[in-house]
């Protein structure tokens, strides 16, 4: 019961995503994710809790929930923008689309074994509607914070996919996931940094006009 309230807040949390133009709440919806991803291995094993599951909770929490998401913040304050102002998909569209996308997860994930899994029955459908909803912030949005954060919920998604499929892995994969995420985060955060400063705006649309 509990695994799956969190399931559906990550539900949720993708569509808050999609129907956001402020970056700060944008941050706050991955934070958020983060949190909720630190719940599902400890959720979904309760109340048989092992050291090992313990260390991922935790660590995906600090990560994803604090790590990342002040990263994001810092990001934000030196490019001092604060919206996404002009999206090539607009936020009720992105919106009515999302819904599309909950419908093509369900879908996709009636055609898996996912009662052989052992795992809640919205597990996967809420994995891949994560996933979905990354690769469509990073299509849509112009800002280049925003498709930082689209990475992020896409892997999110992944993440999420993974403790349906390997929920007793070694922890050495799982840090070996979140150390990649996070190395992946600075390298974008240094990328906006700089091309702020070189530019004086990220928006992708004015980069992608540049020429020599």
Not at 61 to 68: G, P
Not at 147 to 155: A, P
Not at 156 to 167: E, K, Q, V
Request: hydrophobic share 55%; glycine share 8%; aromatic share 6%.
């Amino acid at each position: 019961m509990w695994l799956d309230t969190v399931l559906i807040l990550l539900v949720l949390t993708g569509l808050w995503l999609l129907g956001s133009s402020r970056l700060q709440a944008c941050i706050q919806a991955v934070a958020f994710q983060g949190v909720l991803l630190g719940l599902i291995p400890l959720l979904a094993k309760w109340p048989q809790l092992s050291v090992h599951l313990a260390a991922v909770a935790v660590l995906s929490l600090i990560l994803k929930a604090l790590v990342l998401p002040a990263l994001l913040r810092r990001a934000v304050r030196e490019a001092n923008v604060q919206n996404e102002v002009d999206p090539l998909l607009g936020f009720t569209t992105s919106l009515l689309v999302g819904g599309g996308l909950w419908l093509t997860a369900t879908h996709l994930a009636g055609r898996l074994p996912v009662e052989s899994l052992g795992v809640s029955s919205l597990l996967v459908p809420a994995a891949i509607f994560t996933v979905l909803c990354g690769l469509l912030l990073l299509v849509s949005r112009n800002t280049a914070v925003m498709q930082v954060i689209g990475y992020l919920t896409l892997e999110n998604g992944i993440y999420t996919f993974g403790w349906a499929l390997a929920i007793e892995e070694p922890l050495l994969v799982e840090m070996g996931i979140l150390l990649d995420v996070l190395v992946a985060v600075f390298v974008m955060g240094i990328t906006i940094h700089h091309l702020n400063r070189e530019f004086d705006s990220i928006e992708t649309d004015e980069l992608s006009a540049l020429k020599d």
